[in-house]
Every structure is written in C-alpha cells, then in structure tokens.
C-alpha cells in the first residue's frame, strides 16, 4: 500500500513540475527547477521505484 502512495505522490509532483515549467508566470522560478536535473531524476528515481516494489510486492 505504501508503494501505491509513493508512486501517486511522485506521479502528482512530478506533473506539478513539468506543469511549473509550461505555465507562464510573472516571476521566474529557481533555474535548478526550470531545467532536467536533479529534482527529475529524484522524482523518476521514486516514481520507477515505489511502481517496481508495488508489482514486486503485490
């Protein structure tokens, strides 16, 4: 159960952040969220992890 709301969480962050860098906005965000780095590859590495332990487990 734990995986499954793991992965909805990273699933529902993860579009909040490729949302954030669509959306036009008035004040610029940090650069580090604007471009693919290490808040991708932290959200991926959650979302791909908590899906393989959800189907591992289940």
Not at 14 to 25: H, I, Q, T
Not at 29 to 36: C, E
Request: glycine content about 12%; overall charge positive.
């Amino acid at each position: 159960m734990l995986f499954a709301i793991g992965f909805l969480l990273s699933w529902i962050f993860y579009g909040g952040l490729m949302l954030m860098r669509a959306v036009p906005r008035y004040r610029e965000p940090p650069r580090w969220l604007m471009h693919f780095g290490i808040a991708d590859i932290v959200l991926l590495g959650v979302l791909l992890g908590c899906l393989a332990g959800y189907l591992l487990t289940r």
